[in-house]
């Protein structure tokens, strides 16, 4: 069981560029989210997506693109990266509103 | 909105001495959820334990609890008898009511540390 795979789990990228970063969910979860993590700080939530074809902003969704064409997938866009946006991304599903989130292993993402 | 503060940045603990890390929650939500999470040094979020605001019993999932009292909003996070591999960065998280699925909102954590 795969659960939550998120990929790449590193990349740099330079300032300007674009790249999009995938989850997938083989878990038949509703529910995904992506957050960012900064040093000292927990999770901040950037999208959400209660179900394919609706998505919301969260706490920090400038910079950031989402669709969810699917169930399983739900990508985040980084449009034009910036040295702000360096840091490590997590996606997470879960099945219903308040059940346990389930992780990916994060994405170690380094803007210069 | 809804915050999570976390007090604790750091903690040192004997091993098998019991833990309690602190979390105090805001929200104007009748309904909500209550979650605490570990993220060892290899990065991973591994879930713990889940409180529900009406939930009447305070939750327990092996050595974790989570002391839960409603009227002062916190939602302490307990282990007991702790071990080496529970060093570890503990968060905090709330899901509210508002929407249906706003998300996990995180505290800053706590980083704990077990000394043999």
């Known amino acids: 069981n795969a659960g939550v795979t998120q990929t790449p789990k590193f990349q740099v990228l330079k300032t300007g560029q674009s790249m999009t970063l995938q989850c997938a969910q083989d878990?038949?979860?509703?529910?995904m989210s992506w957050y960012r993590q900064d040093p000292g700080m927990g999770l901040r939530l950037i999208h959400y997506?209660?179900?394919?074809?609706?998505?919301d902003q969260g706490e920090v969704p400038n910079g950031y693109n989402v669709s969810r064409s699917t169930t399983e997938d739900f990508p985040l866009r980084l449009l034009s990266a910036a040295p702000s946006q360096t840091s490590v991304y997590f996606c997470?599903?879960?099945?219903?509103?308040?059940?346990?989130?389930?992780f990916g292993q994060g994405t170690r993402l380094t803007v210069v | 909105a809804q915050k999570i503060t976390q007090t604790q940045p750091g903690m040192f603990v004997q091993e098998k001495e019991a833990v309690t890390l602190d979390c105090t929650y805001d929200?104007?939500?009748?309904?909500?959820?209550l979650f605490w999470y570990k993220q060892p040094s290899s990065g991973e979020m591994i879930f713990l334990i889940y409180?529900?605001?009406?939930?009447?019993q305070n939750a327990t999932e092996g050595r974790y609890s989570l002391n839960f009292q409603k009227a002062r909003k916190s939602a302490n996070l307990v282990i007991s008898a702790s071990q080496l591999g529970d060093s570890a960065m503990y968060f905090c998280?709330?899901?509210?009511?508002?929407?249906?699925?706003?998300?996990?909102?995180f505290g800053k954590g706590t980083h704990l540390i077990i000394q043999p």
């Open positions: 998280a709330m899901r509210g009511s508002g929407g249906g699925a706003d998300g996990l909102t």
């Open positions: 997506s209660v179900g394919a074809g609706i998505t």
């Open positions: 997470a599903s879960n099945v219903r509103v308040n059940t346990e989130a389930f």
């Open positions: 929200t104007s939500d009748q309904s909500y959820g």
């Open positions: 878990m038949n979860h509703e529910y």
């Open positions: 409180q529900g605001s009406y939930d009447e």
